[in-house]
């Protein structure tokens, strides 16, 4: 089972930013495309930024050009560069594999709070 410690989370003003990090145990890490996800209160969670093992990347409209996924396989290690941070940007931010065979178990997420 892989788990999953998302950080770097914080309060921002709008026009600020952020870089998250997530840091994955387990030991195949390298085959997975990886995700950032969000969910901001009452809304259902959603995929903002994918990267796959190669580095190719994909992100959500509401975030392209604004935000940089990257990975260090090394570390096991995947980055979400934000920056020009709105305030509904707000959300729990959640690190995750993506898979047709689902995700593993959700971390704790780390919180982004953008506000004046």
């Known amino acids: 089972q892989v788990q999953f410690v998302e950080s770097g989370g914080g309060l921002v003003q709008p026009g600020g930013s952020l870089r998250l990090s997530c840091v994955a145990s387990g030991s195949i890490w390298g085959i997975y495309v990886m995700g950032w996800y969000r969910q901001a209160p009452g809304k259902q969670r959603e995929l903002v930024a994918s990267?796959?093992?190669?580095?190719?990347?994909n992100y959500a409209d509401s975030v392209k050009g604004r935000f940089t996924i990257s990975r260090d396989n090394t570390k096991m290690t995947v980055y979400l560069q934000m920056n020009t941070l709105k305030p509904e940007d707000t959300a729990v931010y959640y690190c995750?594999?993506?898979?047709?065979?689902?995700?593993?178990?959700w971390g704790r997420g780390t919180q982004v709070t953008v506000s004046s």
């Open positions: 995750n594999r993506l898979s047709a065979a689902g995700p593993y178990a």
């Open positions: 990267i796959t093992s190669g580095g190719s990347t």
